[in-house]
């Protein structure tokens, strides 16, 4: 074999091994996009929210500092659209300012079907009504039948009438809001229940 076709066949293999290599990056950056996880948006009264892991999220702001606030949500506005809602849970802050009032009560009725979407519940709205509106949000309960509501306010709806406002966090099967004189009810069963202070939470901060 004289120099020639050496030269010949050594540039023949650099040449395949470059093909090799541009084959096996375009076939990464393929399989890269394609187990990307696909981003998720959704679009509501001018909000846009974005799905990330588990959440959504968005950017709220507080209407009368003009503070903005990057915040998360279990579920989107289209999620929890079967919630139904009675009166008119965005007067809640009205009549906190009306009445000169930076707390109110969070009761839950220890009697009922008590699960983790209380705590939920609680945590979530609370982070909420303190971070972007400055209320801070007591736990109560309705009655005193547990050690933990041995240490709390036993608080309803009615023994706080012309009182205080209160957020009654209920077990119910059928999801829903509802605003009443100084009592401002969540219902729902597990899922529901998170279905539903969403959708309370999208109706205070306009997102829907």
């Known amino acids: 074999m004289n120099k020639k076709e050496k030269s010949d066949d050594l540039k023949n ?32 009264n001018g909000f846009t929210l974005t799905k990330v892991g588990k959440f959504w999220y968005t950017t709220i702001k507080n209407s009368q500092s003009l503070q903005e606030y990057d915040v998360d949500f279990r579920y989107s506005p ?48 609370s982070k909420f009504t303190k971070l972007v509106n400055g209320v801070t949000l007591v736990a109560a309960c309705t009655e005193n039948i547990t050690d933990v509501c041995s240490t709390r ?36 069963r597990n899922e529901e229940l998170v279905q539903s202070y969403t959708k309370l939470l999208f109706l205070w901060y306009g997102i829907i």
């Open 13 to 44: 293999l650099v040449i395949v091994i470059a093909i090799i290599v541009l084959i096996s990056f375009a076939f990464g950056v393929f399989i890269k996009r394609m187990s990307a996880p696909k981003i998720e948006k959704e679009y509501s």
């Open 78 to 125: 289209s999620q929890v659209n079967e919630v139904g809602v009675i009166g008119n849970p965005k007067s809640f802050f009205n009549l906190m300012k009306q009445n000169d009032l930076n707390a109110a009560y969070i009761t839950f009725n220890f009697r009922e079907n008590v699960t983790s979407a209380y705590a939920l519940a609680a945590a979530d709205i």
């Open 153 to 188: 306010p036993i608080v309803t709806c009615e023994n706080q009438e012309d009182k205080a406002l209160v957020i009654f966090v209920k077990d119910s099967v059928n999801p829903k809001i509802s605003m009443v004189k100084n009592c401002l009810t969540v219902e729902g």
